[in-house]
Structure formats: structure tokens, C-alpha cells
């Protein structure tokens, strides 16, 4: 009799939900807990995400400034969120890729996100929906992934003061526009964390994911590099190798995405021929034309100072960097993150590839360790978050 | 054996990124699929299309067959400071269309550029029949940017294997014949609501038909445009 209790599909059911709250009872005060200490992380990127919804709304309803897009950018309440490259990877996500012959086509974009926004899309959810909450999540998630990172590079209160400070840095707008760089921002940080902790899978997955997300990820490689000196003697064999595997996991993401078009547009190469219709061709002497060129870019343009000055500024944090402890490879990794994008002889959108440029924030709240440097620091980047929404018909990031 | 151990790591040094980058193509190959076999074909046609900077062409509309000469490419025009990109069209009766950024215009009979008025409803139809490269471009590479769909169809045109490609809607449609090999352009066809028209077209000329639409539209002809 007690054998026929002890298999009835109902006591089965009680020990299995007995055993399920057996487990969830001490997760519970841990999540909790978990949680209460980055509270602040969710209200700062709350906060800031408020700045840039707000400043888009204001846009929908003044209709103001005309820029490249027309009135056509107001339509939608948060039209300017939605436009620029953001067209284009909702293209992706809705009709895949095509090289169109000298003109501005699709294969220059990297495919992770678009991909990601497919998959948000497929819940039934329209894609401009999709492609906004993908990005402000994804970005949450990147503030927790940074200051996790931070935290075990730096001591505490600096690592959450550049964790604040990256909530309400004026670049990340894009980071809810639908763009890729929340993505990024997140794998970089990911990426960073793993390899810190010696969990090399995962740090492969983390950096296959950046190169996947922009080709720029491959410049993880570095950080990994350094991780992976530092560890070597500690490794056993095995350990070695998959940090190696983890060091090689982002380039070989990377040469994924040409065998892809290979053998979905017959051409590996349809990546570099859109970057060239998009005018990014790049070349060795790239960044010496780069900078030759801003002077007379700066005479004729206006916008061009965006990118210049965002770019001035980064390197001058970078230069700083070392005082505030920072390792070489991380350092490394945010100069090339700066200057890589200029081999394309320009400065254009420099500023928004540069936000991965992770040391900057911890060279920023180094410097305003004193509480009153840290308010104007946040003063002045809640500001320019707020102009560069306002700034987006005008031009691109 | 011992220096097999001491080789151990090779292993997965050598397999994660080999994975990484077969799980990146499966992904990739999953989520977005071929580019569908028209586009591809359509995205060849409009390669082997914009190659030529001179378009000749017998055009039938509306009962009327004119022979038709486009040229393009930069121009100085009377009145602006610097050089303008657009294309010159000359028909065989002596008219004259021209499109430099501001819409289709007509020139005035005995004027040079700079004595126009903008082109009507069917002149715009004979200028987009007369298969000006970039032009005609234009509306096959806004159709595939924006992933509208676009139907090749394997036909013969004038005794030759050629596929059709249509782009376009119910309200208007543009029908490209190019040769099935080399995908040189051989016709063009256009529905747009009560207008129907085609032109036989023969793509590429020489300095002597550069020569010939520069004069008649009164411009200089600088030796370095003196080539198709």
C-alpha cells in the first residue's frame, strides 16, 4: 500500500514541488540580495534611458530640427531612435542580405545583431519594438556585465563610479537606438570577466559573440592575450589550450560572417565592396589621412568636431590610463578601439565606435574620485546625452 | 607519450575557434538563408549595367519609334561652379532631355542648357525607355536595397537567351531583358498606367557619340570625356 502512495502521480507531483521550494528558498534572499546591491545600476540606467526617450518624444512632438530624413523621422514617437543604420538592420533582420552593385547595401553590416533582432521579432513583437527593447536590455545588461568586470580589476567604489559614469556617457544613446554597440558593450565586458576568472569557454563564446556583433570585436583578442601571459604557468595543458581556443574564438567568428555571404551571395568579399559603396574602404595609410583631412573637413563642416573632439578626448583618457592602474592590454585594446575605425581615412562616427573603449571609464572615475568631480562629470554627460538625441536628425551617430 | 601530453593543449586551441566559426556560418546560414537566385541575378544585371557610361537605344512609344543616345557622367553646365553629374538624352528627331539632380527637364528647341522647363509625365517615361546606366540603375538598386521583391524570368529576346527582370508594382513596372551569360542589357520595357513603351537597347559607343550629344546640348567636350 505504501509502495502504491509512494509512486501516485500526486505525491510525485507534492515531493517534486517540495524539493522545487526546498531549492528556491535560499536563491531567494541571494537574488535579493544580488539585486540590492546593483539597485543603483538599474536606477542610474533607468534614469539615463528616461534622458533619451524623453529627448526623442520631445523631437516627435516640436517636429524639430529638419535633418536628412525630413518630417519623415517625426512620424514615429520615437522616430530618431529607430533611424539611421537602424533602418538597415531591420532590413537585415526582415529580408537577409544582398551586395547591390556600388551602392550602399546591407553586407557592411555585421550580423549578430540583426540576427538577434529576427529572433526578438519572431515573439510576435513588430521589429522597431523588438530592436528598442533588445538594445536597452541588452545595454542593462552590459552596465552589470561592466561593473562585475570593474569590480574585479578595481576596487569597489571606483569600479561602480565607472559603471555610473558609462550609464550616463553621452554616446550611449545608440545604445537604444537599434544599433549594435549595447551588444557589444555587454560581450566586451563579458568577455573581459571570463578571461579574468580563467573560464576560457565561456570567454570564447563571449568573444565570438563581439566579432559577430562588429568586426571591431576581434580587438578583444588583446585583453585576452593579457589574461592568458598572466596566467600561463598556473594552467594545466588542457587549460592552456582553450585559452588559446578563446584568444583565436573571436577572429575565427569574425571570418565567419565572408564564408557566409560566400555561400549566400556567391561573393566573400560582398562585406569589403559595401564598406567601399558605404565609403570605408580601408587602407594603410588610413589614419595619417585621417588626420591630414580633418583640417579641411573642419573648415567646411560642422559635425566633423563631434567626432574629432570625442576622439581627442578618448585618446587623452587612454593617455592617462596607466596612472589609474589600468593593465597594458586593456589600454592596448581601447587605442585600437579608437584609432582601428580611422584606417578608413576619416573620423566619421568615430565618437560611437569608440564607446567599447572600456578603460575610458575606469580612467573617468579615477579622476573624479572627489564627489564634486564626479556630479560635474555627471552633470556635463547627462547634458550632452540629452543634445546628441536632440542633434539626431541632423546627423548620423 | 610524454611529449604527445606535452602537445595536449593543441587540441582545443585548435577546435574552439573551429567551432566558433562553424556555429557563426550555421547561425548566420539558419537566420537569413540565400539571397533568393532573382536578386542575385538582378544585383549581376545592375553590375554589368552601370559598366557603361553611353546608351543607345530604338525606343517605341505611344505609336511613335525613335532612336535614342544617352550619355552620362560629370558636366559643366552654364550657370553652375562646378561639375554636375547627370545624363544627356538626344533623339533622332533632334529632342532633347536631360536630368542633372533636379528631376527630368526638356531643353527648349533652339537652347543650351539653362533654357529648359521640367519634363511632362510621358517625356519622363522616354527619358527612363532611353536606359541612361546609372539612371535605369537607380530604380533596380532602390528596389533590391529596400528588399522588394523582384522576379527574373528566362525568355528569348530577339533570338537570343535572355531573362527578364521585373521590378516595380501594379502601378508601374520595369522590365530589364539581359543577355543569360554576360548579362549584357538588351531591351527594356515599362508599364505605367495608360503608357506602354520598350527600347531595344545596345549599351556602350564611342568618342564620336559622346561628341555628337555634347553638341547638340551645346557643351565643350573635354578630351577626358571622350571615352565609353
Redesign the interface.
Known sequence: MSAMHSTSPLLLGMRMLERAVAVETPGRPAVAEWLAVRREIVVWWAASRVVVFAGAFALHVTRVPHGYFGPAIFRPVFGPLEAWDGIWYR??A?????????????PAFF?LY??LL??VGATGLPVVAAGLLLSNVLFLGALLAFDALSTELFDPALARRATLLLAVFPTTYVCSMIYPESLVLLAYSLTGLFAIRGR??AC?VTA?VAA?ARPEGILLALPILGCLVAQWRSLE??R???G???L??????A???P??LG????DPLAWSKAQTAWGRSFRVDGIYHAFTGITRQLATQGWPYRDFLACVVTLGLLALARRAGIPWMWIALGVATVLVPLGSGSFESDARFALPALPVYWTLAWLSRRRSAFRAVVAISTVLLALEVLTLPLVFP | MRALRRFRWVLPALAIPACAAAAGVALQAAAFGRAPQDSLLAAQALRELVRYRVMRGTESLAGRSLETTCIQGWFKIPGHGRLLRGALVLFSNGERLYDIGHGVRRLRRNGGVGHSRPAGRQDRIRFILAACPHYLGDQFARNLVRGRAVEAVDRRTDGTDAAAIVVGSRRGQLTLDVTSVTHKPIALSLEYGRFSGSSDLVPGGGGAEIWRVRHAFDLPLAPRHAHA
Open positions: 532590413l537585415i526582415t529580408h537577409g542580405y544582398l551586395l547591390v552593385p556600388g551602392r550602399q547595401s546591407d550580423p540583426p540576427l529576427k529572433l576560457w569557454g570564447a565570438a559577430l595543458p588542457e592552456r589550450g582553450r588559446v581556443g578563446a583565436l574564438a573571436g577572429p575565427a567568428a571570418v565567419s560572417f564564408l557566409y555561400w549566400a551571395l556567391h
